[in-house]
């Protein structure tokens, strides 16, 4: 399994993304060490990030989601994801990435952020991040969960919603020999 938790800054990817990881037995990377210097300059300064500016960093997440593939291993990483062309890229490093959803109140989002001790990216920022989200649609197959609920909950209906994968992974399709009865 390949699992992408996204959602704007504050909404807790990383927190729901080592407890899955740890609930499924697989390795979690944190998306946001994989931001260049450059980037983490940027949002510290509280300057938003361009697609430009993101290209790279998506790219190492979907390096990441490939090197998994490859190993046929799992992994868990947190990514923002905010827009369909950022989900595409990384789907791009593993077709069967599934996307979980993290969303919220802003409100409730920007005290998250607020409260937090130590993280680059400043509050200022969230409006912007809000701005360029979209949602990821039914036909991405996400898994929505409200950043309210608590991260227990959130475990247990995300988990609840990958068991069919987990329980059923991807095989290849069988061939056939067309000289068989």
Not at 16 to 25: C, D, V
Not at 102 to 123: E, T, V
Not at 148 to 160: I, N, S, T, V, Y
Request: proline share 8%.
């Amino acid at each position: 399994m390949r699992i992408v938790v996204m959602g704007v800054s504050g909404c807790g990817k990383s927190t729901l993304g080592r407890a899955l990881a740890e609930a499924l037995h697989l390795n979690f990377v944190e998306g946001d060490a994989l931001h260049s210097p450059a980037n983490i300059e940027r949002m510290a300064a509280g300057i938003a990030l361009t697609d430009a500016d993101r290209h790279d960093w998506l790219q190492a997440v979907a390096g990441q989601l490939a090197n998994a593939t490859a190993s046929s291993a799992g992994v868990v990483v947190s990514c923002s994801a905010l827009k369909h062309s950022y989900r595409d890229l990384l789907r791009g490093g593993a077709a069967d990435v599934r996307f979980v959803h993290l969303h919220g109140d802003p409100g409730l989002l920007s005290q998250r952020m607020a409260a937090r001790q130590g993280h680059y990216m400043p509050p200022s920022l969230l409006q912007s991040q809000l701005d360029t989200l979209e949602p990821p649609g039914d036909d991405e197959q996400p898994i929505r969960l409200d950043i309210a609920w608590p991260l227990e909950h959130q475990l247990a209906e995300a988990l609840r919603q990958l068991a069919p994968a987990a329980a059923h992974p991807a095989q290849p399709a069988p061939t056939t020999n067309p000289g068989a009865p």
